[in-house]
């Protein structure tokens, strides 16, 4: 199928523990589409399993994570698949925490339009191509308007503004041959049943000798047929984006790329790439934002141990029993379970839930007899490990 892609975004989460959060995306329209999902760019551990509930319907794609915990709290991803084997990805984050009044309150609000992404202070270089991206979230979505010099933005062959993805609240400015008439005040209006917001950035515009002067001394003629060479500079300043990013060039398709990797809040600003051709010099520019925020874990690095030993359990047939531990440890510790000494995974009477970031506990449903015996957790990670053990045993 061509051109597959998604109509409906996924949309970040804030929720308290305890609370669920729904992810839903929506696949452009074709038979035997499937989805995958992932947190942090990895399958779904086995461990949610008892708590996620994964639904697709016309093509709508719908995650929904039951009693979340601040563990849960990541970026998940929908991936989905064409039977033709074409492939589309969409990522949000989920933010788990206890809300402040003031959280709960935006929340509430949340029908209102809020800019996501809002336009900034920046200097476009003259002659060159130029773009402003935006992002408006809002219930039902909020129309757009932008505005320069507090007057309805004109487009015309020049200027366009693309709305391919305005149905999950994303537009992109163009500026397809920066002019010193396009310096100014640009605004952008969002407003739905509930209300208006907006944002607003001043537009300057460098001349392309006084980009193109960072170059001295590094000019190179090209012969035809020679491969242009390619400088890039953030804000104004040269940079190697060899270092964390990566240059793709296609000389066939005349086409160049900056792949961004890992990406973090610093890497928001001003983007130049200037090319050496045969023909001469070229630069085109584009601003980067980066949405959402990126959470630091400065603990210590510890080894796995365990705070309370796994508590043992007596339970009546067919009846259920739980058993408990609290550790502690960093990076948090991965669990390897085994019954009798063989290992035991989840399943329909087996569950391993996550109360708190601290404690695990295995839940045993419809107890028989073949449960009784040795149940053995075993915590691991870089660091080391420890164990702890203890018995289930019928009532009576």
Known sequence: MAGLAFNKNMQGQLAAP???????????????????WLKDNKPLDDKLADRVKVTSKDNLF????????????????????????????????????????????????????????????????????????????????????????????????????????????????????VQDSDAGVYKAEASNSHGKADTEAKVGIKDAKDVFALL????????PGEEPSFTWFKGGQEFDPDERFKVLFKDEEDTLALVFQHIN??????????????????????????????????????????????????????????????????????????????PLEAGDRHKFVYPDADTVAIIINKVTGDDVGTYKAVLHNDLGECSTEAKLVLAG
């Open 216 to 223: 001295k001394g590094k000019e190179k003629t090209l012969k």
């Open 62 to 177: 719908s995650l929904e994570l039951l009693n979340c915990t601040t563990a849960d709290s990541g970026q998940y991803t929908c991936r989905v698949t064409a039977s033709g084997g074409e492939t589309a990805t969409c990522s949000a984050n989920l933010e788990v925490h206890n809300l402040s009044a003031a959280e709960k309150k935006q929340r509430e609000e949340s029908s209102h339009p809020v800019f996501i992404v809002t336009l900034r202070n920046s200097e476009f270089i003259k002659d060159s191509a130029a773009s402003f991206m935006i992002h408006c979230r809002g219930n039902p979505i909020p129309e757009i308007k932008i505005f320069k010099d507090g007057a309805a933005l004109v487009e015309d062959s020049r200027v366009t503004i693309n709305r391919d993805h305005a149905s999950s609240g994303s537009y992109e400015l163009v500026i397809h041959k």
């Open 18 to 36: 305890g609370e669920k959060a729904v992810f839903e995306a929506r696949a452009s329209s074709g038979a035997g589409v499937t989805a995958t």
């Open 265 to 342: 809040p610093a890497d928001a600003g001003l983007y130049t790439c200037v090319a050496n051709t045969s023909g001469g010099k070229i630069a085109c520019s584009a601003e980067l934002t980066v949405e959402g925020s990126v959470s630091q874990m400065l603990k210590a690095p510890e080894p796995p141990k365990i705070v309370a030993q796994l508590s043992s359990a007596e339970s009546s047939p067919g009846g259920s029993a739980m058993m408990e531990l609290k550790m502690k440890g960093y990076p948090r510790p991965n669990i390897r379970w085994t019954k009798d000494g063989k």
